[in-house]
């Protein structure tokens, strides 16, 4: 392991743990190298750089595992690729001033990643039952029917599906519906 004043010798073993971060004695080997045996240090010079050199280039490979690690790690989090959904609002609201049924402003669900062409499924998740005026479609307005001067709340889901072969990708948005009326 490096100490302040030395450099000569690229600490043993990994160079990045199991989450692929570095080890706390490589990051004291790389701050001693690049810092001079530490950061704001003044006056101290790092000898034998044409060794350091020589170790920081034995060093590309363990620096591609890491990063292989890394992102095997990020794929098995997101499933089997890499499919992410946004919406344009998480929020839809109606006000219906003669009742019986409300219908909110429009939510747009926008999917990234994945294999195009992609499928739509709004579902009811809770709360008062809304409607998805279009529940196969990127772009859904959300129905219910409501009294004089009542309010209802619940939430919606989008399910978008990828045309992968095999086992296909999913991710969801969720939408808070909001509709209320009132009394002329």
């Known amino acids: 392991m490096a100490d302040s004043r030395s450099v000569d010798r690229l600490p043993a073993g990994p160079i990045v743990d199991d989450k692929g971060m570095p080890t706390p004695e490589f990051s004291r080997w790389l701050d001693a190298l690049v810092f001079g045996g530490g950061r704001n240090t003044i006056g101290k010079q790092v000898s034998g750089i044409a060794e350091a050199n020589q170790s920081i280039s034995s060093l590309q490979g363990q620096v591609t595992a890491a990063n292989t690690n890394v992102n095997s790690v990020a794929e098995s989090a997101a499933g089997s690729g890499n499919l992410t959904v946004s919406g344009s609002s998480a929020y839809a609201f109606a006000f219906s001033a003669s009742p019986p049924t409300a219908t909110t402003s429009s939510v747009t669900v926008t999917p990234s990643g994945g294999v195009a062409p992609y499928t739509y499924s709004w579902t009811y998740v809770s709360g008062d039952t809304f ?7 990127a772009t859904s307005t ?3 029917s409501i009294g004089s001067e009542e309010t209802k709340t619940g939430y919606m889901k989008c399910t978008v599906t990828d045309s992968t072969s095999g086992t296909p990708l999913t991710a969801s948005f969720t939408v808070y519906c909001e509709a209320s009326s009132g009394g002329l």
Do not use: K, P, V
């Open 131 to 137: 409607t998805a005026d279009s529940s196969t479609s």
């Open 142 to 144: 959300f129905s219910i």
